[in-house]
Structure formats: C-alpha cells, structure tokens
Nanobody
Framework: QVQLVESGGGLVQSGGSLRLSCAVSISFHAIGAMGWYRQAPGKQRELVAVFTDGVDGVSKYADFVKGRFTISRDDAKNTVNLQMNSLKPEDTALYYC???????????WGQGTQVTVFP
C-alpha cells in the first residue's frame, strides 16, 4: 500500500505563490509516474504537472500552468513538490498528489490539499 501525504495548500492573493509537497511512502525507484492533479467544484479532476517514465524522468505540464508552476523532487525528503507562482483565482481547487508504482501500475492518491486564490 502506497501512502501519499500532501501539505502546503492555503489561501493566497492573486499573483502570489504557494509550494505544495507530497511525501511518498515508497522509494522513487519503484514509481513509474508521480505528480499533481486538481479538481475544482463542479469540474473533473485534471492533470497539473507530472513526472512520467520515473520520478527522474520527463516532466509534463498542463498548458494552463506552463511558465507558472514547476514540479521537482527532493531525494532527501522523498517528496515531489509543486512550486506555484503567479497564481490566479481560476487555480482555486483541491490539489491531489498521485503516484503509480511500476509493480502494479495502480493509481494511488493523497487526501488532497486546498488551494484558494482570491482576487
């Protein structure tokens, strides 16, 4: 069982920044893909930024966050982070961490962390 624990959400004014962290309970070497998704009220969950083909692999971003958000890994803390700059009210959502291990290719999700951006 893979456990993911997110932190770092909060309330921020438009144009501000937040940094999300996701701690994972297994080694990065066991993970095929890992990253961040979000879900706003009344909308479907959507990809924000992910590492594909391994946590040290290629990063992929949604068009709506390119140039504003950066995904990174911290080997010492076993976390994947999302630095969010130039936040907009439309970035308001519940942000979820996702990991897909090589061994079972099952999607594991964290509990979510709320990001609220006010004008």
């Amino acid at each position: 069982q893979v456990q993911l624990v997110e932190s770092g959400g909060g309330l921020v004014q438009s144009g501000g920044s937040l940094r999300l962290s996701c701690a994972v309970s297994i080694s990065f070497h066991a993970i095929g893909a890992m990253g961040w998704y979000r879900q706003a009220p009344g909308k479907q969950r959507e990809l924000v930024a992910v590492f594909t083909d391994g946590v040290d692999g290629v990063s992929k971003y949604a068009d709506f966050v390119k140039g504003r958000f950066t995904i990174s890994r911290d080997d010492a803390k076993n976390t994947v982070n999302l630095q969010m700059n130039s936040l907009k009210p439309e970035d308001t959502a519940l942000y979820y961490c996702n990991a897909r291990p090589y061994v079972d290719r099952t999607d594991y999700w964290g509990q979510g962390t709320q990001v609220t951006v006010f004008p």
